[in-house]
């Protein structure tokens, strides 16, 4: 039988991607145990649901911080207190530094809601719009120094609509987001991939 994984969510607000692996890993019974939800904000809506489901939280919140280097040593500090195989990013808002991400290279993912490399950074819906792409999506990745770089786990697509707007199209990425995301991680909980030449290899 596969070792029990531990797994390390962070957030910084509504955590409806959390929510979503949370309820995943329970109904589909994953060999994964979430050990800890951390918010980089103290009122996360996402803190509330992690609470009710008796998972341990943590905050560390960056306004307590003067510099993102001792924010990041504080967060690493908290997040290795539950010792996780695998970190994941859902909806953390804070840009991480190189040594941070470095410690957690290989175990570290995040999705990110556009196809990647296209619309990095903020306001990905609006990006998609103006470029006036016809097809959109989200992408989970493993986290590399490069803001929303980083080897590709796994894509979902929407198509964009004549009459979408910026909050039309975020809705329905969310939707593949949530199907999405608990794929990935279970994949990686089940020990199915890999990392060679910079590129995801995911075995069955
Ligand atoms: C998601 O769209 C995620 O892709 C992006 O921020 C949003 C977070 O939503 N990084 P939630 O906190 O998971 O509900």
Redesign the pocket.
């Known amino acids: 039988m596969r070792a029990m994984r531990s797994i390390v969510i962070l957030?910084s607000?509504?955590?409806?991607?959390?929510q979503a692996i949370v309820r995943a890993a329970q109904t589909e019974q994953w060999s994964a145990r979430i050990a800890a939800i951390i918010s980089s904000k103290a009122d996360a809506e996402?803190l509330k649901f992690a609470a009710a489901q008796g998972i341990p939280t943590a905050v560390v919140a960056n306004k307590d911080y003067p510099d993102r280097a001792q924010f990041d040593a504080a967060l690493r500090i908290a997040i290795d207190g539950f010792s996780p195989d695998l970190v994941v990013l859902?909806?953390f808002m804070r840009i991480l530094t190189a040594p941070f991400v470095e410690h957690y290279a290989g175990r570290m993912l995040n999705?990110?809601?556009s196809l990647l490399p296209s619309f990095p950074g903020m306001a990905t819906h609006r990006q998609a719009l103006e470029a006036g792409v016809k097809v959109h999506g989200?992408t989970v990745h493993f986290v590399t120094a490069k803001l929303d770089h980083g080897p590709i786990v796994a894509q979902a697509t929407v198509p964009v609509l004549e009459n979408d707007t910026e909050q039309s199209l975020e809705q329905r990425?969310?939707i593949e987001?949530h199907q999405l995301y608990p794929r990935a991680v279970r994949w990686f909980v089940e020990d199915r991939l890999s990392i060679e030449d910079g590129r995801v290899r995911n075995s069955a």
């Open positions: 957030i607000g509504r955590g409806s991607n959390m996402g859902a909806g999705i990110h809601p989200a990425v969310l987001e």
